[in-house]
DNA sequence: CGGACTATTGAGACTCCTCAACTAACGTGG
DNA sequence: CCACGTTAGTTGAGGAGTCTCAATAGTCCG
């Protein structure tokens, strides 16, 4: 057993035996776009594990802003609480689909199966160094570098059945929400790279890369 | 069992049986201040329970700027790699002590200690939220704000005697890199506290708190 | 006492945010 | 089929805040 592989993939870590496990005691979830899965504040009684789709776990500040902590794809772990109530709201962006297991059950299979719980540790551990990451992002001022990273990101973690063509499921605001931008400085951001040749537009969802080496010096950590 | 409760404490939520299974199977490292723990890019072989000191985790980037990502106190893990590789140094602030743990030992406790399993996904997970929760002060833009946050942060996780007493054990170099400010903006910041009587400095290494209703306000997510 | 390091303060350039107007796309209802 | 309202996205001008460069204190230690 590799000790930390990656972490992208939580199912394909999981022998037949331990994804048995997993969905028998899953319910599964099918959320349409916009649909919340749990609101901030309420009390947790399950984690899941998003299996299509695309979602976001946000916070919505005192101050009337809101913060997108974090988009969550195929394989993600999301749903841990603290003290027992959700701390952030999930909501669909795209038609998703998403196993529910309760946090009784979890636990006790996790208590009979500790080799699943080291899958559980990677993968989470794997999320953590994914915001680390981001932090280190939303640390720089250029917003032309951080819509770079976020297209980067994207290419990254969902499935593109054409190369150099990216598709964005998330508006222009969940964007500016989630790298701590304001909606016209993503507009901004994305003007410039079309002006530059960096990226082109087919329509405000997809991209496609033409300018591959400039988009990785945008987004590499200059 | 409660599910996730808390996570500031992770010693507290083990069972006395359960710590000796892992102190047991720990080396204990005495580090100086200024002792690097491990370095990013070498092979991860351990992960890390830190027992008492202050330590950061950081990353060097291209730019030849330094970002802690960030600092760990008492019951803290780090050391969870990723491919096998750290991608992060790890390095004394203050005198610590950690417990080091072999990948392969814990792994083969975990295994055969689903519980133990468990409350290592719940401090995990709390180490996640509180990287999300940084990325949300970074997201801000006022430099003071910043400041005020890493002060509660520091107020919490520290043991402090005195009340509205707080130890700063870094530098300003180092608070600046962990808020992605310059050093310049730190020292501002903490002069107009100091100037709006909100903080007082005992030397640069401590700090009384003048007025703690401005300092949350300030520290809050407005 | 000198030297190295840490911390503070000042002036100008740069970037983003806010407020605002404008365009485009879409669905509804007449 | 078209007018209309709503939502999403783009673009412009001014103001706020930080960053950089630079110079000035303060501190620890030999």
Redesign the interface.
């Known amino acids: ?7 992208g993939k939580l199912r394909r870590l999981l022998t037949p035996s331990q994804q048995k496990l997993l969905w028998d005691a899953a319910t599964i979830i099918n959320a349409d776009a916009r649909h919340v899965v749990y609101r901030a504040g309420s009390a ?1 009684s399950a984690i899941y594990i998003c299996n299509r789709g695309v979602l976001k776990s946000y ?1 919505d ?3 009337g802003k809101r ?1 997108i ?2 988009f969550v794809f195929a394989d993600d772990v999301f749903g ?5 109530f959700y ?2 709201t999930v909501q669909a962006i795209t038609k998703a689909t998403c196993y529910r297991i309760p ?1 009784d059950t979890i ?1 006790t299979i ?6 699943l ?2 899958q ?3 993968k ?6 994914e ?2 990451r ?3 992002v ?3 001022r250029s917003a032309t570098g951080r819509v770079a990273m976020l297209l980067k990101m994207l290419e990254a973690r969902l499935a593109h059945p054409t190369p150099d063509v990216i598709d964005l499921p998330m508006s222009r605001s969940e964007i500016a929400e989630f790298l ?1 931008l304001s909606l016209e400085s993503v507009s901004r951001a994305t003007s410039r790279l079309t002006y530059h040749q960096i990226i082109a537009f087919n329509g405000p969802h997809q991209v496609r890369v033409l300018n591959r080496q400039s988009l990785d010096r945008l987004a ?3």
């Open positions: 057993m590799r000790a930390t592989e990656g972490g947790s916070r500040l005192p101050s913060r902590l974090a841990l609480a603290e003290n027992g701390v952030n946090l636990m996790l208590l009979e199966n500790g080799a719980g080291w559980f540790i990677s989470i551990a794997y999320e953590l160094r915001s680390q981001r932090t280190l939303i640390g720089r701590g590499g950590d200059l």
